[in-house]
Each structure stands twice: as structure tokens, then as C-alpha cells.
């Protein structure tokens, strides 16, 4: 429920996790892949057996420029790894190697578009790191640790190039954190360095939300939201936290820094006891490590081959279609089939992308846009079951528009007279019924021509001519 703006403010900063595509991992050569049987992606270095020494990724280094240039940050011209010490099952070293007080990437903003104009998110920072193995609780409830009957581990995943984007407490709502979410991913997309699905969690975010009342200018205590794995709950999980911090301080109360876990399910909030909870990661400089220092011809070259950011590119299709198609075109990949398909009518074509293509499971990328404009020209002149089937269709490899518009709705007055004309004949009750006042019967007259007709006919002319016969 969202909260009394008169009364409420919520302040809520982003931490993001984004895995890196790359072909092998952070530091050494194993496959970097998701989804093999557990515990086959491994090799001396990331089981950290005794005497192996890591080697930095270039790849990996690189993307994370990459990255840090499109969120508008400082790149380092010399960053450095740390050891980030903890005790825990899914790190056989005994610390990640991270980035602490000297990361690659510094002091960025992104741009997030909204209904009532742009609004800018600071960056703190964003630094390479490498992702720790993956535990799976199993026999408990809802694959947590609490009274899960046994912890796996599967190491695949560890060691794999990882970076974290901070942002600074510029987030005033749940909605506006899943629409900066869906930027983020579809730019990462883009920038061809993840395919941050956060099912598989190649994109993750925590959130740290607190509130204060409106026009106060300091910042209460904060709690940390985590493993919120899609943008759904990442909405629902602030909204979740804000209510029971307002709802604590209406009532007297105050708000304890504490590490939460949302329960989509039940909707509820309980504090989160893990590992997390150990704040000293005694940090010190990864001695296997030379520091980072790009050059900066390299960091120039990443700087203009970064494409167009689509955050400018809804800011372009507003006007045309307005903010809401905008949003879902570009955060969804198809502004660009949408830029390719002819038509007068804009926001039709628009919402055919959105609504049906999307719905068919076509990939955008393979659709003959002159194909698909003939389609969407002809929308209203074809029964409904054929615009779907021609869309569903609209990928496959020759797919012309032809076939399908010639199964166009019967238009023609002259045989959809003739229908109707058989159709009162023989119900000559509800034509009585009708005329004497019972115009909800119309409908009626309606689902018995189109039933006749196959659903082929233009049920507008239906509509139309049914009237006219009727009023005699
Ligand atoms: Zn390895």
C-alpha cells in the first residue's frame, strides 16, 4: 500500500549485483555457465587449493568499464582487489576477492525516465568482485537455512566476475526502484556484458529502506532488504518495509538497523540471521594482485563505443506514443522492431508489440517489419483468432501477411444482410421481444451471425446492420 505522500517520504538506496557473461571466471579458466550439474565448473584455483594464485579476468575488467562509463561514473585510473574475510561455507578461501576503498568505478548517475519527467539516481560506486558458491538448503521450508534438514554447496557459480552498483538514497518509491531495475537490466542487455535474469539470479538487488516525514532533510535508520529475487517482490518487499516502519513510528516506536528477509508468499517481513551479520570483513590488499590500471586509450575507446542508453531512447518514443508504451517497448527490447515497422498509427503498432506480440512469444528480432505493418493496417478487418494466429506466426522464417489477410472478415454488406435476414426468420420471438423494448437482445442476434459466419464476419458491420434490420 503506498504510503501517505503528505506525510511519508520513503528514501530507499539500490544495491545491485550484475554476473558478467564471460567465457571463463573471475580468476581462473573455468567455464563460466549456469545451469550444469553441480560442482563440474571448478579447478584448484576457484576450490582455493594451497599454493594457486588467481589471474584477473581482462574481459571481465573490461565490461565493468564498460558498465561503470554507462552509469556516468569516474573509472579509476588505479583500483585495487581486497580480501573481504568471512567464514562461510560457500567461499573455500575464507575471503572474496572484492574491491573496498579503491573501486573501479566511482560517482556516476543514471537516468531514470517517469511519468512526470526524468529523475537522476546517484551512483557511489561499482566494483568487480567475484560471486561466492551457491548454498541450497534443502528440507526446510521455502529454501531457507531455518530448519532446513541439510546445506549443499555447488561451486560452479563460485568465482564467477560479479559487479555491485551502489546507488546513492535517491529512490522515493517501490515503483520507481522496479522501473530503475528494468532500466538497469535491459541496459546491461545491451551492453552485451549479462543476461541479468533474476530468476537466475544474474541480477540481484538488495535494498536499504528507510522513511522520514516529508520535508525532513536528514535520514532516519535504514534496514537492508535481501534476496529479493524478482522485480515483483523487489516492489513488493519495499512497500512491505516501508508500511512496517511507518506503522512502528505512528505507534511511538522506533526503527532497529537490522538485515530483513521479505516472504513473498506470506507478504511478511522477518529479520535475516547469516553471515551478513558479521560486519568485520577485516579488509586488506589481495597480495596475488597487481591494482588495475586501465589505460586511458582503452578507457576512451570503451567511452565511444558505448551505445545509445534507453533511457534517451524513451525519452524519443514519449511523445510519439506516450510514457507508459515508451517504458515497456525499450525495457522490453522492441522499440527498436517497433522503429522499424511503417504505420501511421503509432500507438496501434505500439500496443500490438506490447500486448500480442508479446503474448505470441515472437522474438522481435526475427519479424519482417513491412509484413507485420500489413498485418496491424488490416487489424480490424480480420477475425481475431487470424490476427493471433498471423502474429504468432509473424517470426517464422518467409511469413508473408498475404495468406492471413485473405481469410479477412466478410465485410460485405449484401452477404451479411442475407445471414441476418435467415437469422430473424428464424427467431421471429426475439425479434418481437426486441422490438418491443428488449435491446439487450441484440447481443444475441450478434453471437448467432457470427456463429453462422464462422466469427468471419466484420462484427461492426454486424453491429450496424443488425440495428437497421432490427428497426423496421
Ligand atoms: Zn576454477
Redesign the pocket.
Known sequence: MPLDPTRWEPVIGLEIHVQLKTKT?M????ENVWGEAPNT???????AHPGTLPVPNRQAIEWAIRLGLALDCEIAPRSLFHRKNYFYPDLPKGYQISQYDSPIATRGRFSVPGPDGDREMGIVRAHLEEDAAKTIHVGGEGGRIHGAGASLVDFNRG?TPLVEIVTEPDVRSAEEARRFLGLLRQTVVELGISDAEMEKGSLRCDANVSVRETGETGYRTKTELKNMNSFKFVADGIDAELARQVELYEDGGEVVQETLHFDPRSGRISPLRSKEQAHDYRYFPEPDLVPVEPSPELVGRLRDELPELPAARIRRLEEEIGFDLALGLVTSGRDELFARVPGDDRRATANVLMNQLAGAGVDPARVNADELAKLIAARDAIPRAAFDEALAASGDEGFTAERYLAEAAITDEGEIDAVIDRILAANEGQVQAYRSGKEGLLGFFVGQVMRETQGKANPKVVNERLRERLRA
Open positions: 571466471k580468476f581462473c579458466r573455468c565448473r571448478t579447478c584448484p584455483v576457484c576450490l568465482g
